[in-house]
């Protein structure tokens, strides 16, 4: 028996269904680590409150072995299995009468908003802003990753004091080996007798020998600087007999530019230059998401994400569901109290692709 398509004569914030498409149309900023070296597929996105994440060893360069009969054994890849409950990221907007008296953002002076439509324009708003929240979260997880092959949820108590506060801290150094995600210099790239090429050159050797092939150089402001200005670079830069690379500035977001290309080691790498900062809850300081002395060495899709099920009752139906996304929406109306709220739940939890997919170093303000 054919099914007709139920259709929508009116929004309505208690269908789920709806509050998904709301967080779709939303247009929050640019997150440029989150886009670009971030890959979520379908399959990773798990009903539990637990994950199961799978790192297989690198793929070795081992020769079959030649035998006059018979047959050798050989060795199979290893891999390191982890268990892990993901922190939830958990933003919420209020909306009282009396937050509907006040002219919004953009509205009209001579023309103003009903209060319901001034009500779901804020709601609209605050969807935007919150996704903006959760994807900054991210971004600063992504960041730490790259950067540690480590980062650290700091969960804060809830609006009813509920939940425990504290850090808790996800490491895969263990399994990637300190050498395959940190690499470390002798002499600081603003130092006219360091090598910039050099040291580039054997992180991009060291990292395709584990079987990675590195695409980007994210360059924080000091290192950046310190490489464009180098001499031992600009005079590789300006040999008329071998294209080696070239430094042309490109526009990618409001935060980031493309600095230039260069070719290491059979590789070509864009050098990426990327100001993202976030607010330490702890200090209410700017931070730069990218430390200014580091350059990470990386390809995109370079991180996998995970996310966890997220399990809440619905308003409409009273009924407990479970979503299978990386961003929830909830809406709930407290019709005694006159308010509603927004909320937004996100689970990530995010890993490396494989072995050695990006390596950090600090090249920079080395102290000797």
């Known amino acids: 028996m054919a099914t007709n398509p139920t259709v929508i004569t009116e929004l309505t914030l208690d269908d789920p269904t709806v509050l998904t498409r709301m967080v779709d149309r939303a247009t929050p900023k640019p997150a440029f680590l989150r886009n670009h070296f971030l890959r979520v597929n379908a399959r990773d996105i798990f009903p539990t409150d637990q994950i199961i994440v799978d790192i297989r060893d690198k793929a070795g360069n081992d020769l079959a072995p030649f035998v006059t009969e018979g047959h050798k054994s050989t060795e199979r890849r290893g891999m390191k299995t982890y268990l892990m409950t993901p922190s939830r990221i958990a933003p919420k907007r209020k909306l009282t009468l009396n937050d509907l008296k006040h002219r919004i953002w953009l509205e009209a002076v001579g023309d103003p908003f009903t209060k319901q439509a001034r009500a779901m324009q804020i709601l609209q708003d605050d969807t935007t802003d919150m996704l903006d929240e959760v994807h900054m979260s991210e971004e600063q997880l992504i960041a730490q990753l790259l950067q540690k092959t480590a980062y650290t949820y700091k969960n804060v108590k809830n609006d009813d004091g509920g939940g425990e506060e504290g850090e808790q801290t996800v490491s895969y150094v263990e399994v990637t080996g300190a050498d395959n995600c940190q690499f470390t210099i002798e002499t600081g790239w603003e130092d006219e007798k360091a090598s910039p090429y050099t040291d580039i050159n054997a992180v991009v050797k060291s990292m395709r020998r584990n079987g990675v092939s590195p695409t980007t150089l994210i360059v924080g402001a000091n290192a950046g600087s310190a490489l464009i200005s180098h001499p031992n670079i600009c005079k590789l830069m300006d040999n008329r007999r071998y294209e080696l690379g070239k430094f042309e500035p490109q526009y990618v977001d409001d935060l980031t530019s493309l600095v230039g290309r260069i070719a290491v080691e059979g590789a070509v790498l864009n050098i990426v230059s990327y100001a993202g900062t976030y607010v330490d809850p702890d200090t209410n300081e700017s931070k730069p998401l990218i430390d200014d002395d ?75």
């Open 294 to 368: 580091n350059v990470v060495l990386t390809y995109e899709g370079s991180v996998r994400g995970l996310y966890a099920g997220v399990s809440q009752v619905e308003q409409e139906t009273h009924s407990l569901r479970t979503h299978l996304q990386t961003v929830t929406p909830k809406f709930f109306a407290d019709a005694k109290n006159d308010t509603l709220e927004m909320m937004l739940t996100a689970r990530p939890l995010f890993a490396p692709m494989g072995l050695g997919s990006f390596m950090c170093g600090k090249v920079t303000n080395i102290e000797g």
